[in-house]
């Protein structure tokens, strides 16, 4: 029995060995095929026809490429042919074979030629090995690969993201980099960044500001601010989002659709731009039909590609980069900015300080701002019959004509909603904060002026008004165009305190000009009318107003005719320089006229002064220098109450008389009479009476200034009295006069 059992399995071994050769091709787990140099298939095996679906006779006379799918019979001809016929092998080859039902096959071909004695090809012999796992393998391989090349190539864009940004320091800097960089990993047409502009507390709703944009128009930008609208809170508050044009939107949205549809887009994918929880704007990446470097598009028409998670989590991570960029350089330009607000605002009260007058102070103003706060400066002041221009000006000397025009528009003639006339009729701030074509419209009237206002290109407009007191003086006015970063609430501020400056300084010189006015008009008052025309004397006098305090003062001169054909002749100086010593003056010079009237002599007339002097009820003492002289004889007698003496000039020298000075009027009467000086004045000589402001200065004693007088006198004497009062004028006074001057020159001739 065993060895009938054991003969038994032997024997089925040997036949199965005997029948391997023919079975093991047949039922192989692999395909076998031959086919002619041309393809025609001549010999296929079982496991191939099962693979396939086919009957071994439906196979056989057909060519092997005629199995394949359309890019596998594209692939037989350029390469696998070519190969084979090179190398007489190929190994391992790719290629998809189809099935009865349509379907495809993933295998792996190797293949051998076999060649005749002439070396011509006879027959080709193929294996397949069924490669639908292998290829699902790979897929999967190729896939995970994939993702790591893509998360690679994201880690790689926000490091440079992260890079570049340290770099920046500025705005314009963090919008090129983020705009760039996420433009190109999108691959997208193009991207914008759009910035809120308006602060937390801000009396104006926030608006959209691009900052960069690449690839995108400008109306189709304007038309995204307008879609946002009132809606711009909610708008950022919802997280990267896409805009899709679709019908949806072309019913919702008309402006914004056809902007996208002209430029060929099909998505405009919207990512919030935060910093600690702050929104400030939004990343716009535009799609289109086809990315920027691809010649057609990838994606069929009408169909939308899906954003993948991973790229939302890096506009996510780039919009938050951004914020904080922009953070960061949004609080070192607010730093540099608040510096140089500050030192602006000191330069403009230095300049203020120092100017001339308020013309010239509001135009060199003007200039101040216009170079280091806004690029336009308009100041209107409120004058006797309404409001004037003082002064208007354009940082670019460019673009200075096109204020030119508007300059002679004054601010009552403007629309009612311009905002330096809200400002100046409502008395507080007006901020037009994103200048639009409607804002352009309400604060212009005609075409002209229309047209004007947007050749400047104006982004924003501040018009803060100049008052004091509930008084309004008028109505500062900057702006800023599209060259220069957008005006905030820190600049408005700086607006206003400069106003505020500008206001204290515009009361203090209108009252000062009214006080001056007040004053000229009280000294022309006060003064005696020109000298009488005397046969033989020829006669000038001089009235200069110091340049400290009011134009008025206490000197005054006089000349009178006396009966019997003298002159009486006065000059002095009420102590003080005001209102008050002006007045005193005026009341000294009627009561040294109404005594004249019965002709006292100089010393006489000295001692009813100071004997009535208390019924005058004057509170101020004076110095005063009276005289008579006779025109004809030249006969001259001259008193002195405290004034210095006469000037003589006469044949090219120049002495003073010796005149021998009592008291001054109002002080305490001297015991004897005042001595009074007689002689003859010659012909050709000149007298010159004047008060101590031609000779006194801070800087040197009254001496020092007598000497000088006469050193000048002596060279300046002529027959001309009014060319010896200039000379000496010229000579003896400075720019800064602490006091006022009267000169009466008197020459014989």
């Known amino acids: 029995m065993g060895g009938t059992g054991a003969a038994e399995p032997s024997g089925q071994l040997d036949r199965l060995l005997e029948e391997d050769p023919a079975d093991l091709y047949e039922n192989a787990p692999m395909g ?30 057909t060519r092997f490429q005629e199995l394949l799918s359309v890019g596998g019979r594209v692939f037989h001809e350029t390469h696998l042919v070519p190969l084979l016929r090179m190398q007489g092998a190929v190994r391992e080859i790719a290629i998809d074979v189809q099935r009865l039902d349509g379907s495809l096959l993933p295998c792996l071909l190797n293949a051998v030629e076999l060649r005749g004695p002439d070396g011509e090809p006879q027959l080709v012999r193929a294996t397949l090995f069924e490669a639908t796992g292998r290829r699902r393998y790979e897929r999967e391989l190729l896939a995970a ?64 500001r691009p900052a960069h944009s690449e690839g995108l128009s400008r109306e189709l930008l304007r038309r995204l601010r307008e879609a946002a609208g009132s809606r711009l809170a909610l708008e950022l508050a919802q997280g990267v989002r896409s805009i899709v044009l679709d019908e949806r939107l072309r019913g919702d949205q008309p402006e914004l659709a056809t902007a996208m549809a002209e430029t060929g887009l099909t998505e405009l994918v919207i990512v919030p731009v935060s910093a600690d929880s702050k929104r400030l704007g939004v990343l716009v990446i535009a799609l289109g039909d086809a990315a920027p470097g691809q010649l057609i598009s990838l994606v069929e028409p009408g169909e939308r590609r899906e954003i993948p998670a991973s790229e939302i989590d890096l506009l996510y991570t780039l919009g938050r980069q951004a914020g904080q960029a922009l953070e960061r350089v949004r609080l070192h330009d607010e730093t540099v900015r608040q510096a140089e607000r500050a030192a602006f605002l000191l330069d403009a009260a230095r300049l203020m300080a120092d100017a001339a007058d308020v013309e010239d102070m509001v135009a060199r103003l003007a200039e101040l ?52 006339l809200r400002a100046l009729r409502e008395g507080r701030t007006q901020w037009v904060r994103d200048v639009a074509e409607a804002d352009v419209r309400t604060m ?42 957008p005006f905030t609430a820190a600049d408005v501020e700086v607006a206003e305190q400069l106003a505020l400056q500008l206001s204290q300084v515009v009361d203090k010189a209108q009252r000062y000009e009214l006080e001056s006015q007040t004053s000229h008009t009280l000294q022309e008052s006060l003064l005696p009318p020109a000298p009488p025309a005397v046969p033989g004397l020829r006669t000038a006098v001089r009235y200069v107003a110091a340049t400290q305090g009011v134009s008025v003062g206490g000197d005054f001169y006089d000349v009178v005719e006396l009966p019997g054909g003298l ?26 006229r109404t005594h004249l ?43 002195s109450a405290g004034h210095l003496p006469p000037l003589l000039c006469t ?99």
């Open 32 to 61: 076998y095929l031959s086919t002619l140099p041309d393809g025609r298939i001549v010999k296929v095996n079982r496991t191939f026809c099962a693979w396939t679906g086919r009957l071994p006779e439906d196979l056989l006379g």
């Open 145 to 208: 690969q994939r993702l790591a090349e893509e998360s690679e190539a994201r880690s790689r864009t926000v490091q440079k993201v992260v890079f570049d940004l340290a770099a920046a320091t500025s705005e314009g800097d963090v919008a090129s980099v983020i705009v760039q960089r996420s433009r190109a990993a999108m691959r997208a047409r193009g991207a914008a960044l759009v910035l809120v502009q308006g602060e937390a507390g801000d009396p104006q709703p926030p608006a959209l």
């Open 369 to 420: 701002t216009v170079a280091r706060l806004a690029d336009v400066c308009v100041i209107d002041l409120v004058a006797e019959h309404g409001t004037a221009r003082a002064a208007v000006r354009h940082r670019d000397p460019a673009r200075q004509a096109l204020l030119d025009r508007l300059r002679e528009q004054h601010l009552p003639a403007q629309a009612a909603r311009h905002p330096g």
């Open 444 to 485: 212009t009237l005609d075409g002209a002026q229309r047209e004007t206002v947007r050749e400047l290109e104006l982004v924003g407009v501040i018009s803060v008004p100049i008052g004091i007191d509930g008084r309004r003086l008028g109505v500062l006015t900057v702006a800023a165009d599209r060259h220069r970063p």
């Open 567 to 592: 002159l009486g002749l006065a000059v002095g100086d009420v102590v003080g320089h005001d209102i008050t010593a002006a007045a005193t003056m005026g009341q000294l010079r009627a009561v040294c």
């Open 597 to 639: 009237a019965d002709r006292p002599s100089p010393s006489a007339l000295i001692e009813r002064l100071q004997a009535s002097w208390s019924l005058l009820g004057v509170q101020r003492m004076a110095t005063a220098l009276f005289g008579t002289l006779d025109p004809v004889s030249g006969e001259l007698r001259v008193a």
């Open 651 to 749: 044949a090219g020298t120049a002495s003073f008389l010796p005149v021998r000075p009592t008291r001054m009027l109002g002080a305490p009467r001297a015991a004897t009479p005042a001595l009074e000086w007689a002689g003859v004045l010659p012909a050709g000589s000149t007298l010159v009476l004047y008060t101590d402001g031609l000779v006194e200065s801070r800087d040197a004693d009254v001496d020092v200034g007598m000497d000088r007088l006469l050193d000048v006198a002596g060279r300046a004497c002529s027959a001309d009295p009014d060319a010896l009062c200039d000379r000496l004028l010229e000579e003896m006074v400075g720019e800064h006069r602490p006091d006022d001057i009267a000169l009466l020159a008197l020459t014989r001739v």
